[in-house]
């Protein structure tokens, strides 16, 4: 699975929209890219997906390059109950093999009253 | 519907005892998978399992040991604790990867995790 470069931490302000990159230059043909956040001391609750087409769902909006080497996390109206660490990550669906997500170390995203 | 339930929530051992960390999921999801978080750092793989009676090693898979005897449970066991396991484990759970009109559907949904400190 292609490996994701994340900024290690970002503010917001409440109310803004907050615009989280992710930089996935090796990704390949089949590979989705995928957000999840994890709340202090929760475990990571899955955002939003994505292959190539923009998505969005009533959590966040997902927008991926033409190229698909980049994508963006857009939340877009932050308030204080998003102050979360966000995960970026590409995998590609293995149908029989199981989701062998590998999370690095995310994007700190602290929103600001 | 419970989701992915963990427990004990918090754990203490002694160096060199043995326990078992339970997970259970009532969402009938045949990928069921364990990892670890020690602070500053992302989650780390240690077992994952694809159905009752497959299981296979993730990441950092020495020192625990899984089983998957049913498709609702997938315990961890630490069989001789170091402090070096001294860390937040959480479960997950999924459907295996299959494509609805297209789109993967893989979701995970995660355990609310164990604190568990050896000391």
């Known amino acids: 699975d292609a490996k994701t470069t994340q900024p290690p931490s970002m503010d917001c302000a409440e109310g803004r929209a907050a615009n989280l990159p992710c930089n996935h230059s090796t990704i390949s043909g089949n590979e989705y890219v995928y957000w999840y956040r994890q709340i202090h001391s929760q475990g990571p609750q899955y955002i939003i997906h994505g292959l190539k087409n923009n998505e969005t769902n009533e959590m966040a909006s997902l927008i991926i390059t033409e190229d698909r080497k980049s994508s963006t996390l857009i939340l877009p109206h932050a308030t204080l109950r998003d102050t979360a660490v966000y995960y970026c990550?590409?995998?590609?669906?293995?149908?029989?093999?199981?989701?062998?997500?590998?999370f690095g170390t995310g994007t700190s995203l602290t929103v600001i009253p | 519907n419970a989701g992915v339930t963990q427990t004990p929530k918090f754990q203490v051992l002694k160096t060199g005892q043995s326990m078992t960390l339970q997970c259970a999921q009532d969402?009938?999801?045949?990928?069921m998978s364990w990892y670890r978080q020690d602070p500053g750092m992302g989650l780390r793989l240690i077992h994952y399992?694809?159905?009752?009676?497959?299981?296979d090693q993730g990441e950092v898979p020495n020192g625990y040991n899984v089983s998957r005897s049913t498709t609702e449970d997938f315990p961890l066991r630490l069989l001789s604790a170091a402090p070096s396991q001294t860390s937040v484990y959480f479960c997950?759970?999924?459907?295996?990867?299959?494509?609805?009109?297209?789109?993967?559907?893989?979701?995970?949904?995660f355990g609310s995790g164990t604190q568990l400190s050896v000391l």
């Open positions: 969402m009938n999801h045949e990928y």
């Open positions: 399992s694809v159905g009752a009676g497959i299981t």
């Open positions: 997950a759970s999924s459907h295996l990867g299959r494509r609805d009109r297209g789109r993967s559907n893989e979701k995970l949904f």
């Open positions: 990550i590409v995998r590609a669906t293995k149908l029989d093999t199981g989701n062998q997500f590998y």
